[in-house]
């Protein structure tokens, strides 16, 4: 399997796509929870603009659990880490919202997200997904990295034109408007998950 | 339905005007509230005017939320979550504090803010709304919008002066002089609530 | 009514007097109180000086507030905020140290702070009313906005010979030693609050 | 009186000698304590070193009040706050040390620092008295305000030398190795207590 | 014995390698809990990425360690201290992170780490082991500090190729992709502990 | 009795050696504590490295207490603040760690330290004394202030080679490689305590 597999069978992990100096890359973001004070550990030398993210996901979904189904009421006392590898780059921009908040709802919901699937876009506190850059060289990368399906902000469908059709025919490409759409395509399934883990 | 329409309809969001070095500009401000230590959270990379702005806005309610019939003791143990989107762009000034109690407002009430509205004004922490900058180039940036309804500040109405005819004859225009006001026009009457929620 | 009168019909407003690069200005500390973390919120782009000198106002307050007939025992479990208009002007200096403690005063006492009354001047920890600059052009100031009675510090008494007779003709000026002389100069007749609210 | 004898009378307050650009001059620490959070709120626009000699002050009276007599038991779920006027002049350094520890001993027991003695000295967490600069210039200030005892260093003695006969026969000077004997100096009689209140 | 193995018998203490400007050095890291607030405390001059290091091994542990045997349950009102000597050496870099995981499991799980293991690698917030720099400067490091088995990442696998062989011969190399292995690897079995102990 | 012996008679005070830029000088480390939020308070202008110190040394012996017998439950819910004259001099460095670490061991288990002690070296979380830099200033000032017996780091024992015989002759040099071996040469022997303190 490749990396990007195993990383993506346990749950709490979440396959971004990042554009850097030297073209687009992937990115993994990875959650966990612990016993202690409320709050939000953040690490990965993350911007002020990428901290702004992870809390707008953690906002959205404490504010919107109980309507989509994740059971944020588990997070009361515990604390919440989100962690972006290399430890030494430093890293910013909004466009790994959508990756944080799907990292997060598989970390509270103990579904996988699919390790097939990344996903770039800005998240709102409502949920909106909002359009970003890059969009041509983030899928050249999430092709180069053996995945299959990518998630895209609806906002920032022109943008595959600029694709090369030999790249956009070996991907998926989903449009969102809300998160919770990308939630919805990027988590295993419910029934999926305990077979999901052993392939891994 | 133009995408002013669909923000409007949920409780939390309001459709603010602003000045960029473009010209006008349409800005949402969007508040969530959680479970969590009291205190606000603020994202949007908002300068230090309009983080005390915000400030101003949720000590106004809680201060004032028994007089206006908006149940603020719902906020005791919880955490108030403000942004304004795009996450990457720097914002300041005063001229969002309407807007943000506005949607503060909605928020606490449940009531969604009519999506066909749209506000600028300085907040005081007793709810006088001062004048702000920019009138012309706001009521362009809304009438482009697809806005129909403006409040501004009662000191600004000279400023209409400076307002094409063609724009002014599709806006309805308020002027107020006390947030209060803002909020009851705003907001979308109590018994329209499920109709407006169901229509977007 | 001019705008004074009305902002000082309720109370945890005062008028104070300031100092601008284009001569002297009226300028409003307005105090709300609210259920939450003990604790003093400040907003209005104020430097340091200013900062402790709201400081100086609520600490005088609670350590000297059975004696003064002022229930500050009301402030438990409850946070204080101190917000000076316009929100993006910068101000600072300890001359509105006065205008804090008594807008806080007001507050506190739920007593309105007379109208027609406008006030400058440093106060210490243990209530001493300290010498300012500038007594003119606060003078001309007042006496532009309609004011009729100042509060200034007695040691400022010989700068009065500064200010043309027809301005101080139609000011009446009290000179103050100690705090609590400004307070019980500034806040309305308790048997008059009532009315006073009416009339405003 | 002169206004340090009124000054003094109050407990809270007591009168050190500075240095400044301009020769030496007379300074007032004043030091309230009210409900809140324990700590120590510190004003008056203090530089690093003297803020620290403030916490020295209060750490020195909390560790050792027991043994001195001094009811610091009732420092708990209090707030203390240590003021130097002027509110907008910069200070700094550590020879207000015996100062900020008398004004908090005459806070904490009740008896007001005599009006007519003023102190200058560094003082250890142990509550050693160690030397200061500027003896020359504090001693004419402190007989320029009519300051008739005043408590200097004991390690300072040698700097008498330096100042003129005809100040040094109109100052009662004493010379402490440790603050206790600065207190026990500056404070009041208990039995005088009632009295000097009622003289001010 | 050397040093090396002394410092090794005492739980909570492991040995990192690190690259100075001078070459590559051996680095200890030291861990402690105390009752207290709970949180991290951290000092040796470390930089941001260092302390983030910390964080991640603490994170990593309380999320992981019911699975992996750690009763990271007793750290509940605890404080963790790591310390990296010597105190005034500036450190950075991601590269302690599997030293810093193994330091702290050694901690709370009571079992010192075996003298002769040193190791490096960065750590992810879900274990997993990832490359670092300076591969050949760090065994030779090892090697003259008398270290004879060292746990690298599995990505540096080919960084082998430029260690002399001199070297390798002595030294066991463990490859390891996840922490969990790291930890298995360094810490002394359970039953060997109050043996190694007494040898010290 | 000179200054030293003088000031090592009370718990809580210790002896160190330091090298200023005018050669080695003598320097006392205070510490107290009292009722309060746990934590530790630092003054005397300390630098990054020496406040870090400090952290440990207090570290050291939280986690250690129990089994060097000393009293540190006794800390619960108390503060301690350490404090090292005089209030102005910045100071900096990792070799005042034994100092500071022998002051708090006094004043916790309330032996005083013996004044003819003076000590030097850098303390690691571990308890391990770490050389240090300028030992032929260091004794030379300690000679000259009238000690008579000094610690030093085994690991410093080559620069014995540099101090004068006229010197040496006097001082009787321990060295150690355990903080613990310093706390007990430098405490006053349990018995004794109650004479020295009479003695002073
Ligand atoms: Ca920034
Ligand atoms: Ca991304
Ligand atoms: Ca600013
Ligand atoms: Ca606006
Ligand atoms: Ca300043
Ligand atoms: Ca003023
Ligand atoms: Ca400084
Ligand atoms: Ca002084
Ligand atoms: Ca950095
Ligand atoms: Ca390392
Ligand atoms: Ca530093
Ligand atoms: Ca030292």
Chains 1, 2, 3, 4, 5, 6 share one sequence.
Do not use: C, F, W
């Not at 962690?83 to 970390?107: F, I």
């Amino acid at each position: 399997l490749p990396e990007s597999q195993r990383d993506g069978s346990m749950p709490g992990v979440a396959t971004g796509l990042a554009v850097t100096g030297a073209g687009g890359d992937v990115l993994y973001v990875e959650a966990a929870t612990m016993e202690g004070e409320a709050g939000l550990s953040l690490t990965g030398q993350l911007g002020d603009v990428m901290k702004e993210s992870a809390q707008i996901a953690l906002s959205y979904l404490r504010a919107n659990g109980a309507r989509l189904g994740i059971p944020v009421e588990a997070l009361s006392g515990r604390r919440v880490h989100v962690h972006v590898p290399a430890g030494a780059v430093p890293k910013d921009g909004p466009s790994a919202g959508v990756t944080m908040t799907t990292a997060l709802a598989s970390l509270l919901s103990g579904r996988p997200v699919r390790p097939e699937v990344a996903m770039t876009g800005e998240v709102s506190l409502t949920g909106r997904v909002l359009p970003i850059g890059g969009v041509k060289q983030k899928l050249l990368a999430a092709h180069r990295h053996g995945i299959t399906e990518v998630v895209l902000p609806k906002r920032n469908e022109a943008d595959l034109d600029d694709v090369p059709a030999a790249v956009l025919k070996d991907l998926r490409v989903h449009l969102a408007e809300d998160v919770s759409e990308v939630v919805a395509i990027a988590l295993a399934a419910e029934d999926a998950t305990a077979r999901t883990v052993q392939a891994a």
